[in-house]
């Protein structure tokens, strides 16, 4: 009896094992590439992959650091990685240059774009309007910058009369500080940055696009519509990990911020910590998504975000812009409320 009992125990524990290597083996590779630099508001992503939050949904995920929207926008397209987060402009302007959907959005990341035009006190940019015939300076992709002939429509601007300065993303900031153009483009998680370096938030101009008009969707993760065709399940399963990570994150951001110093030990977690607090209550989750839940879609605001970023940049409106958005692979509405 004693023999049939720990040769049963054998067999189970045999199959056990087994089956945890199965399990292992059957994740489905993803890889995702992001719109910048691993930041504060980037760290669920990462602690979904370091912590087992996207295997425990049976997938193995990649998750690359971008250098701007628009670049990131090309690579998904071009079937480059499956899935990427980007701003929705970026993609919106993207379909409609294509003439078709080919590109959809599957989570709403970003309640609204955390956009915005920085200056800083005494430069002679006190008010939009003075921004006409000044040097901004920004990357070429930068999501900012792309969406700026928005920004300057609603805000009596001449897009024209600007003069673009292409700086890398490490240089934005020291050729504003050292004065050589009047403003930059950028998140406003910028702000954070400029206190590192001295700039006290009392002698550093931000207009927010949000604020100014331009309360439009921000950034969204996106895939082709090929991909999600062929792998629905994938799809969802990645999404439920998105919604636990952003979760956790919130209710522990050192814990999701201390993962992304191990995938960067350069990085400062003081200040990585701030830039998601701000991003958060900026982008992330405003009062509307705290009450109502991530990823909640209202279709006229997504069309008045469609219509807005193809007037601004004078393009054929996409037939059907609702085509634009696929809730379906969401998780749950119980998975994607706010945690309390």
Known sequence: MHFATSSMTKLLVAGMLLSAANAV???????????????????????????????????????????????????VAAGTYDVGLADLGSIIA?????????????????????????????????TPADLNGKKIAAPVGDSSRV????????????AASIQWVDVTAALRRAVLMQHQVDAISGQTSEVITFRTLGVKDADLIVFRYSDLGVKIYGHAIFTTPEYAASHQNELKQFLAAV????KATIKDPKASIAVIKKWNPLIDEAIELQRLDLMLHDAIAPPDVVKNGFSKVDPARLKYTVDSVTLAFNLPTVANATELWHPEFLPPASELQYPK
């Open 94 to 126: 993207f379909n409609a240059k294509q003439g078709g959907i080919k590109l959809i959005t599957i989570f709403q990341a970003y309640d609204q774009a955390p956009s915005s035009i920085m200056s800083i006190k005494g430069y002679g940019v006190a």
């Open 243 to 246: 919604a636990e990570a952003w």
């Open 25 to 75: 083996h059957a994740q489905t590779a993803m890889k995702m590439v992001l719109d910048w630099n691993i930041e504060g508001q980037h760290s669920p992503y990462a602690l979904a992959v370091d912590s087992g939050i996207f295997a425990k949904h049976g997938l193995s995920v990649t998750v690359d650091r971008g250098s701007s929207s628009g670049d990131t926008v090309t690579k």
């Open 147 to 158: 969406m700026f002939p928005l920004f300057a429509k609603a805000n009596n601007v001449d």
